[in-house]
């Protein structure tokens, strides 16, 4: 009998889970409104203010991982070990946790990735820099396209080192994300 996932170490598990981009799907859209109702039903007495389909699978015509990013913001003050709990119970697997911000996944599988799969990210209200991020790629098919090719360069690169793989791709995302925000101030 192998390992459970949290008895892994990161090696083991981004051995098991490596980084592999693939050609946008259309069925992403499908998978993140079936997550969203599932979140919807399971969080009824949380104070969700919005959830939304973040990363490039929101991004149409570029490749990505197969995996749906999910942003669930809820209202400044809220208690977010409370929502965090609800979250779990909807069976999400809590990947990481920082004073606001809390991190699930979803399609993890201890021989490797199921058909589906997603990562949920629990933040306040206005905490939502991805948002800013997905809308210029959305609106600016040529940096989606450089975003694409900067993706493709490192994912062998990197295919073993999900950290590094982040990190490489940082001082692109924030330039965006920050002309983003000039872009679109005041959009959410």
């Given at each position: 009998?192998?390992?459970e996932?949290?008895?892994?170490?990161?090696e083991e598990?981004?051995?098991?889970?490596?980084?592999c981009?693939?050609a946008?799907?259309?069925?992403w859209?499908?998978?993140?409104?079936e997550?969203?109702?599932?979140l919807?039903s399971?969080?009824?007495?949380?104070p969700?203010e919005?959830?939304?389909?973040?990363?490039?699978?929101?991004?149409?015509g570029?490749?990505?991982?197969d995996i749906v990013?999910?942003?669930?913001?809820?209202?400044?003050?809220s208690?977010l070990?409370?929502?965090?709990?609800?979250?779990?119970?909807?069976?999400?697997?809590?990947?990481?946790?920082?004073?606001?911000?809390?991190?699930?996944?979803r399609?993890y599988?201890?021989?490797?990735?199921?058909g589906k799969?997603?990562h949920?990210?629990?933040?306040?209200?206005g905490?939502n820099?991805e948002?800013?991020?997905?809308?210029?790629l959305?609106?600016?098919?040529?940096?989606?396209r450089?975003?694409e090719?900067?993706k493709?360069?490192l994912?062998?690169?990197?295919e073993?080192n999900?950290?590094?793989?982040t990190?490489?791709?940082?001082?692109?995302?924030?330039k965006w994300t920050?002309e983003?925000?000039?872009?679109?101030?005041?959009r959410?």
């Open positions: 009998m192998g390992k996932l949290t008895e892994m170490s990161l598990l981004w051995e098991l889970f490596p980084i981009l693939v946008h799907r259309s069925q859209s499908e998978f993140y409104d997550i969203e109702t599932l919807r399971g969080l009824p007495e949380c969700v919005r959830i939304s389909h973040i990363g490039s699978t929101a991004v149409a570029i490749w990505a991982k990013d999910v942003l669930v913001e809820v209202s400044r003050g208690e070990e409370h929502i965090a709990k609800a979250i779990e119970e909807r069976g999400f697997i809590r990947m990481s946790a920082e004073a606001d911000r809390i991190s699930f996944n399609g599988e201890t021989d490797g990735f199921a799969v997603f949920v990210h629990l933040r306040y209200l905490d820099d948002l800013y991020f997905r809308d210029y959305r609106e600016h098919p040529e940096t989606a450089e975003y090719a900067l493709l360069g994912w062998k690169r990197f073993h999900r950290d590094a793989y990190a490489a791709k940082t001082e692109f995302v924030r920050a983003a925000k000039k872009t679109y101030a005041g959410y």
